[in-house]
């Protein structure tokens, strides 16, 4: 009897966890199809002063963003990884180029329109924050502070970014076949560590 009680009461115990399992499947699953990622090769342009056109600095920005949280029911945080691509054309001067690769992490948050009591709508948009560490060739860090009036966390392009506190910059999406978005820098040094 004692024997019976314990490989119901077990049995019981094993059915509600697999109800429970199946449950969250089925809500991490419908929670999925809203939070995918997304891979994005941004190209870091800057205009000098009032300028009409944005010079390539060769540079790329490559992010996989993906939804992790609404912040309020109008703002949306998501999360940011990637690689930070530095070409380091320093061909004036030392006739030589040297690609280096820095991790890149940080942040989107976007906030989407909503309605004040008196019909007022409130400011909408995006705002990217990144900040890169490590590199093989030149170790140092940087910042990316980004804005945008569209309110997506991947726009084709950020209109505003200011790079180590200096204004001028710009992200526009880079086109699909650009080598500089799959530069990879393994880290052991020498010629051969420059993977496309």
């Not at 569209?150 to 950020?158: E, G, L």
């Not at 790079?163 to 530069?183: H, Q």
């Not at 820098?185 to 020498?190: H, K």
Request: overall charge negative; charged content about 25%; glycine content about 10%.
């Amino acid at each position: 009897m004692n024997r019976t009680f314990t490989s119901a009461f077990a049995l019981a115990i094993a059915l509600s966890g697999a109800i429970a399992l199946s449950t969250s499947a089925r809500a991490d699953g419908d929670e999925g199809k809203n939070n995918k990622d997304k891979a994005v090769c941004y190209k870091v342009l800057y205009q000098k002063g009032n300028s009409r056109w944005a010079y390539d600095t060769k540079d790329r920005l490559f992010l996989n963003i993906l939804k992790h949280s609404d912040l309020t029911k109008d703002e949306t945080a998501y999360s940011v990884h990637g690689t930070f691509i530095d070409v380091g054309d320093y061909g004036r001067y030392h006739k030589k180029t040297t690609t280096n690769m820095n991790v890149a992490t940080g942040t989107v948050v976007t906030k989407s329109h909503s309605y004040s009591g008196y019909d007022n709508k409130s400011d909408t948009g995006a705002r990217l924050g990144v900040e890169t560490a490590g590199g093989l060739y030149k170790t140092t860090n940087h910042t990316f502070d980004c804005s945008n009036s569209d309110d997506k966390a991947t726009p084709d392009s950020w209109e505003k970014c200011a790079l180590d506190g200096y204004e001028g910059y710009s992200l526009a999406t880079a086109d699909r076949g650009d080598d500089s978005c799959n530069f990879f820098q393994d880290g052991s040094g020498g010629d051969d560590n420059h993977h496309y």
